[in-house]
């Protein structure tokens, strides 16, 4: 059974920093291109950043510069570094993890910046 668990979200205040966890189980980490992705609300979802299987990142204009993918193929964890945060940025984030058309999708964790 394949899971992605998304953890570390929150509330910050604007100009603050969160660390996003994803956890994955029941894939073969190592070959996924692994992705971000954030959806505001009344809005569509969005790439945030991914990174291949060869640990190449892709990000964004709107985070560059200020969030920084990662990958842990030994844990089965990406991360997603995120600093000067904006209240923009207030989304649920999701993790997902793509092999060729294979698909998977995190239920996503809630990221607020308010103050």
């Known amino acids: 059974q394949v899971q992605l668990v998304e953890s570390g979200g929150g509330l910050v205040q604007p100009g603050g920093s969160l660390r996003l966890s994803c956890a994955a189980s029941g894939i073969t980490f190592r070959s996924y291109a692994m992705g971000w992705y954030r959806q505001a609300p009344g809005k569509q979802r969005e790439l945030v950043a991914v990174?291949?299987?060869?640990?190449?990142?892709t990000y964004a204009d709107s985070v560059k510069g200020r969030f920084t993918m990662s990958r842990d193929n030994a844990k089965k964890m990406v991360y997603l570094q995120m600093n000067s945060l904006k209240p923009e940025d207030t989304a649920v984030y999701y993790c997902?993890?793509?092999?060729?058309?294979?698909?998977?999708w995190g239920k996503g964790t809630l990221v607020t910046v308010s103050s």
């Open positions: 990174i291949t299987s060869e640990g190449r990142t």
């Open positions: 997902r993890s793509t092999y060729y058309n294979i698909d998977y």
